[in-house]
Protein backbone atom coordinates (compact mmCIF):
# COMPACT_ATOMS: atom_id res chain seq x y z
CA UNK A 1 0.00 0.00 0.00
CA UNK A 2 0.53 4.01 -0.11
CA UNK A 3 0.86 6.62 2.93
CA UNK A 4 -1.03 9.52 0.95
CA UNK A 5 -2.07 12.73 2.90
CA UNK A 6 -3.57 15.76 1.85
CA UNK A 7 -5.60 17.95 4.31
CA UNK A 8 -8.87 17.49 4.87
CA UNK A 9 -10.58 20.56 3.93
CA UNK A 10 -10.05 23.95 2.73
CA UNK A 11 -11.94 27.15 1.72
CA UNK A 12 -11.25 29.65 -0.95
CA UNK A 13 -13.03 32.72 -2.28
CA UNK A 14 -14.43 32.56 -5.87
CA UNK A 15 -12.19 34.07 -8.44
CA UNK A 16 -9.20 33.28 -6.35
CA UNK A 17 -6.32 31.15 -6.34
CA UNK A 18 -6.21 27.79 -4.22
CA UNK A 19 -3.59 25.23 -4.18
CA UNK A 20 -4.23 21.92 -2.71
CA UNK A 21 -1.26 19.83 -1.32
CA UNK A 22 -0.56 15.99 -1.54
CA UNK A 23 2.54 14.45 0.03
CA UNK A 24 3.35 10.52 -0.43
CA UNK A 25 5.50 7.31 0.68
CA UNK A 26 5.50 4.42 -1.80
CA UNK A 27 7.85 1.39 -2.50
CA UNK A 28 7.01 1.48 -6.50
CA UNK A 29 5.58 4.91 -7.98
CA UNK A 30 4.47 4.69 -11.31
CA UNK A 31 2.52 8.34 -11.13
CA UNK A 32 0.46 10.85 -9.65
CA UNK A 33 -3.07 11.40 -10.32
CA UNK A 34 -6.17 14.31 -9.29
CA UNK A 35 -9.35 13.48 -9.37
CA UNK A 36 -12.96 15.70 -8.65
CA UNK A 37 -15.76 14.00 -6.57
CA UNK A 38 -18.62 15.95 -6.21
CA UNK A 39 -21.21 14.67 -3.18
CA UNK A 40 -22.37 11.45 -4.24
CA UNK A 41 -20.58 11.35 -7.44
CA UNK A 42 -18.03 8.86 -8.81
CA UNK A 43 -14.63 10.85 -8.86
CA UNK A 44 -13.77 12.27 -12.39
CA UNK A 45 -10.40 12.66 -13.93
CA UNK A 46 -8.22 15.94 -13.79
CA UNK A 47 -4.46 15.81 -14.08
CA UNK A 48 -1.61 13.37 -13.36
CA UNK A 49 1.78 13.88 -13.47
CA UNK A 50 5.05 11.23 -13.81
CA UNK A 51 7.53 12.97 -14.32
CA UNK A 52 8.90 16.04 -12.25
CA UNK A 53 7.84 19.48 -12.95
CA UNK A 54 4.31 21.34 -13.66
CA UNK A 55 1.31 20.22 -16.29
CA UNK A 56 -1.18 22.57 -16.97
CA UNK A 57 -5.06 21.82 -18.16
CA UNK A 58 -6.45 25.30 -18.77
CA UNK A 59 -7.60 26.27 -14.97
CA UNK A 60 -6.15 23.34 -13.40
CA UNK A 61 -2.27 22.66 -12.96
CA UNK A 62 -0.24 20.33 -11.23
CA UNK A 63 2.96 19.57 -10.08
CA UNK A 64 5.01 16.55 -8.97
CA UNK A 65 8.73 16.46 -6.99
CA UNK A 66 9.40 12.53 -7.03
CA UNK A 67 12.66 13.14 -4.81
CA UNK A 68 10.46 14.94 -2.44
CA UNK A 69 7.44 12.84 -2.74
CA UNK A 70 4.66 15.77 -3.14
CA UNK A 71 2.46 17.01 -5.40
CA UNK A 72 0.18 20.00 -5.31
CA UNK A 73 -3.40 20.78 -7.49
CA UNK A 74 -3.19 24.40 -8.30
CA UNK A 75 -7.10 25.37 -9.41
CA UNK A 76 -7.25 28.94 -10.43
CA UNK A 77 -10.39 31.64 -11.34
CA UNK A 78 -12.37 29.72 -9.17
CA UNK A 79 -16.05 29.38 -9.69
CA UNK A 80 -18.55 27.91 -7.29
CA UNK A 81 -19.09 24.77 -9.31
CA UNK A 82 -15.70 24.06 -8.03
CA UNK A 83 -16.94 23.49 -4.57
CA UNK A 84 -16.31 19.22 -4.35
CA UNK A 85 -13.76 17.00 -3.12
CA UNK A 86 -10.06 16.36 -4.59
CA UNK A 87 -8.30 13.13 -4.53
CA UNK A 88 -4.68 12.94 -4.51
CA UNK A 89 -3.92 9.10 -5.92
CA UNK A 90 -0.65 6.96 -6.53
CA UNK A 91 -0.56 4.16 -9.45
CA UNK A 92 1.87 1.90 -8.05
CA UNK A 93 4.38 -0.14 -10.59
CA UNK A 94 3.37 -3.40 -9.57
CA UNK A 95 -0.36 -4.12 -11.20
CA UNK A 96 -0.74 -0.46 -11.85
CA UNK A 97 -3.16 -0.23 -8.33
CA UNK A 98 -4.29 3.12 -7.94
CA UNK A 99 -4.06 4.06 -3.73
CA UNK A 100 -5.81 7.36 -3.14
CA UNK A 101 -5.83 9.79 -0.33
CA UNK A 102 -8.71 10.72 1.79
CA UNK A 103 -9.17 13.54 -0.56
CA UNK A 104 -9.29 17.77 0.40
CA UNK A 105 -12.75 18.88 0.39
CA UNK A 106 -12.96 22.70 -1.07
CA UNK A 107 -15.47 24.94 -0.39
CA UNK A 108 -15.87 28.15 -3.07
CA UNK A 109 -17.50 30.91 -1.19
CA UNK A 110 -18.84 33.77 -2.79
CA UNK B 1 -13.92 5.80 -25.45
CA UNK B 2 -13.87 3.55 -22.26
CA UNK B 3 -16.76 2.95 -20.37
CA UNK B 4 -17.87 0.94 -17.19
CA UNK B 5 -21.28 -0.11 -16.46
CA UNK B 6 -22.03 -0.44 -12.66
CA UNK B 7 -25.57 -1.08 -11.24
CA UNK B 8 -27.61 -0.60 -8.92
CA UNK B 9 -27.03 2.78 -8.07
CA UNK B 10 -28.38 2.31 -4.57
CA UNK B 11 -29.16 -0.38 -2.54
CA UNK B 12 -30.32 -1.26 0.44
CA UNK B 13 -29.89 -4.69 1.87
CA UNK B 14 -30.96 -6.49 5.47
CA UNK B 15 -27.78 -7.58 7.47
CA UNK B 16 -27.24 -11.11 6.49
CA UNK B 17 -28.43 -11.34 3.38
CA UNK B 18 -26.40 -11.65 0.12
CA UNK B 19 -24.90 -9.34 -2.27
CA UNK B 20 -23.73 -9.30 -6.16
CA UNK B 21 -22.62 -5.79 -7.57
CA UNK B 22 -21.67 -6.51 -10.79
CA UNK B 23 -19.41 -4.05 -13.49
CA UNK B 24 -19.26 -4.27 -17.16
CA UNK B 25 -16.50 -2.65 -19.46
CA UNK B 26 -16.96 -1.30 -22.67
CA UNK B 27 -13.86 0.27 -25.14
CA UNK B 28 -11.29 -1.76 -24.19
CA UNK B 29 -9.61 -5.37 -23.93
CA UNK B 30 -8.10 -7.62 -21.13
CA UNK B 31 -8.51 -4.22 -18.89
CA UNK B 32 -7.28 -3.92 -15.55
CA UNK B 33 -9.97 -4.06 -13.21
CA UNK B 34 -10.52 -2.88 -9.63
CA UNK B 35 -13.23 -2.71 -6.81
CA UNK B 36 -13.11 0.46 -4.30
CA UNK B 37 -15.30 1.62 -1.31
CA UNK B 38 -15.53 4.50 -0.01
CA UNK B 39 -16.91 5.25 3.24
CA UNK B 40 -18.59 8.57 4.16
CA UNK B 41 -16.62 11.41 3.67
CA UNK B 42 -13.50 9.42 3.50
CA UNK B 43 -10.86 8.80 0.03
CA UNK B 44 -11.36 5.48 -1.66
CA UNK B 45 -10.29 2.08 -0.24
CA UNK B 46 -8.99 -0.59 -3.00
CA UNK B 47 -10.76 -4.01 -2.18
CA UNK B 48 -9.46 -6.30 -5.30
CA UNK B 49 -7.77 -5.77 -8.47
CA UNK B 50 -8.02 -8.28 -11.50
CA UNK B 51 -5.50 -8.58 -14.48
CA UNK B 52 -7.60 -10.77 -16.22
CA UNK B 53 -9.94 -13.79 -16.20
CA UNK B 54 -10.05 -15.47 -12.86
CA UNK B 55 -7.64 -13.57 -11.74
CA UNK B 56 -8.07 -11.61 -8.58
CA UNK B 57 -5.94 -10.58 -5.21
CA UNK B 58 -7.58 -8.90 -2.44
CA UNK B 59 -5.92 -5.71 -0.90
CA UNK B 60 -7.62 -6.32 2.61
CA UNK B 61 -9.24 -8.75 4.52
CA UNK B 62 -13.01 -8.66 4.90
CA UNK B 63 -16.50 -9.98 4.43
CA UNK B 64 -16.47 -9.59 0.81
CA UNK B 65 -15.26 -11.66 -2.83
CA UNK B 66 -15.04 -10.63 -6.00
CA UNK B 67 -14.92 -12.63 -9.49
CA UNK B 68 -14.26 -12.22 -12.98
CA UNK B 69 -15.73 -14.69 -14.88
CA UNK B 70 -15.44 -12.78 -18.30
CA UNK B 71 -12.78 -10.56 -19.59
CA UNK B 72 -14.72 -7.56 -19.21
CA UNK B 73 -17.03 -8.57 -16.17
CA UNK B 74 -16.29 -7.82 -12.89
CA UNK B 75 -18.58 -9.22 -9.69
CA UNK B 76 -18.34 -8.01 -6.41
CA UNK B 77 -20.05 -10.49 -3.96
CA UNK B 78 -20.77 -11.17 -0.25
CA UNK B 79 -23.00 -14.55 1.46
CA UNK B 80 -23.29 -12.35 4.45
CA UNK B 81 -23.51 -8.45 4.76
CA UNK B 82 -22.68 -6.95 7.91
CA UNK B 83 -23.71 -3.15 8.94
CA UNK B 84 -20.19 -1.98 8.48
CA UNK B 85 -20.28 -3.15 4.65
CA UNK B 86 -21.88 -0.09 3.91
CA UNK B 87 -20.33 2.37 1.74
CA UNK B 88 -20.30 3.63 -1.96
CA UNK B 89 -18.64 0.84 -4.27
CA UNK B 90 -16.95 1.81 -7.12
CA UNK B 91 -15.71 -0.24 -9.94
CA UNK B 92 -12.89 0.97 -11.90
CA UNK B 93 -11.13 -0.08 -14.97
CA UNK B 94 -7.38 0.88 -16.02
CA UNK B 95 -7.39 3.60 -19.21
CA UNK B 96 -4.54 5.17 -20.58
CA UNK B 97 -2.94 6.47 -17.85
CA UNK B 98 -5.69 7.35 -15.54
CA UNK B 99 -8.59 4.85 -13.80
CA UNK B 100 -11.81 5.43 -15.38
CA UNK B 101 -15.05 4.81 -12.66
CA UNK B 102 -18.49 3.78 -13.48
CA UNK B 103 -21.16 5.71 -11.73
CA UNK B 104 -20.80 3.84 -8.14
CA UNK B 105 -23.37 1.73 -5.63
CA UNK B 106 -24.40 3.30 -2.48
CA UNK B 107 -24.97 -0.12 -0.63
CA UNK B 108 -26.90 0.52 3.40
CA UNK B 109 -26.80 -2.30 5.09
CA UNK B 110 -29.49 -2.49 7.66
Known amino acids: GQNIDQPTEMTATEGAIVQINCTYQ??????LFWYQQHAGEAPTFLSY????GLEEKGRFSSFLSRSKGYSYLLLKELQMKDSASYLC???????????FGSGTKLNVKP | SQTIHQWPATLVQPVGSPLSLECTVE??????LYWYRQAAGRGLQLLFY??????ISSEVPQNLSASRPQDRQFILSSKKLLLSDSGFYLC?????????FGQGTRLTVV
Open chain 1, 89 to 99: AVREENFNKFY
Open chain 1, 26 to 31: TSGFNG
Open chain 1, 49 to 52: NVLD
Open chain 2, 27 to 32: GTSNPN
Open chain 2, 50 to 55: SVGIGQ
Open chain 2, 92 to 100: AGQGAPEAF
